[in-house]
């Protein structure tokens, strides 16, 4: 099945720069990257996703980047705040098959 | 329109006992998906079912069990629970046809003493 490795594990940042969080997968068949946000004592939210069709998609101050030929996708916020704190997760799957999701990676914004 | 919902939102149970968790999900959603989350170990898959099939399975024992309503809700059994059962339990729905987004609840939180 999918593995998807994720990194870095925790990730800290002053306020308004920029963070970077990067995704690789396993199988060449996933086509569907989504990101989701989980903010402490919330439920995970999606932010932003993106379809192997597509090398890139920006949303404001969020962007994904995807590279299939290397299996890897990253997470780039930019003039980061510090409502931006929270564990983000990746995730990879293709067809009817299951969401594999990376482990996550805890992002501390000091204002 | 509502979003997922599950209950109860907290449980606290004894080893062996075994537990009952529901997930509503969003009107016209045919699939929902069950993870259980602990610390450092993220999002684990434990079972995905539509239209009152299961359709993926995780890597759990099964102890762990579920199944889905013809309205579409769900339910995931834990059967002789144990401690390392404690976790937050969340589900996502989605459409189900094709449709990828998964939209997730607010999670039933385990606590097996």
């Known amino acids: 099945g999918e593995n998807v490795e994720q990194h870095p594990s925790t990730l800290s940042v002053q306020e308004g720069d920029s963070a970077v969080i990067k995704c690789t997968y396993s199988d060449s068949a996933s086509n569907y990257f989504p990101w989701y946000k989980q903010e402490l004592g919330k439920r995970p939210q999606l932010i932003i996703d993106i379809r192997s069709n597509v090398g890139e998609k920006k949303d404001q101050r969020i962007a994904v980047t995807l590279n299939k030929t290397a299996k890897h996708f990253s997470l780039h916020i930019t003039e980061t705040q510090p409502e931006d704190s929270a564990v983000y997760f990746c995730a990879a799957k293709w067809g009817a098959n299951n969401l594999f999701f990376g482990t996550g990676t805890r992002l501390t914004v000091i204002p | 329109k509502a979003g997922v919902t599950q209950t109860p939102r907290y449980l606290i149970k004894t080893r062996g006992q075994q537990v009952t968790l529901s997930c509503s999900p969003i009107?016209?959603?045919?699939?929902v998906s069950w993870y259980q989350q602990t610390p450092g170990q993220g999002l684990q898959f434990l079972f995905e079912y539509f239209s009152e099939t299961q359709r993926n399975k995780g890597n759990f024992p099964g102890r762990f069990s579920g199944r889905q309503f013809s309205n579409s809700r769900s339910e995931m059994n834990v059967s002789t629970l144990e401690l390392g059962d404690s976790a937050l339990y969340l589900c996502?729905?989605?459409?189900?046809?094709?449709?990828?987004?998964?939209?997730f609840g607010p999670g039933t939180r385990l606590l097996v003493l």
């Open positions: 009107s016209g959603h045919r699939s």
């Open positions: 996502a729905s989605t459409r189900g046809a094709g449709e990828e987004t998964q939209y």
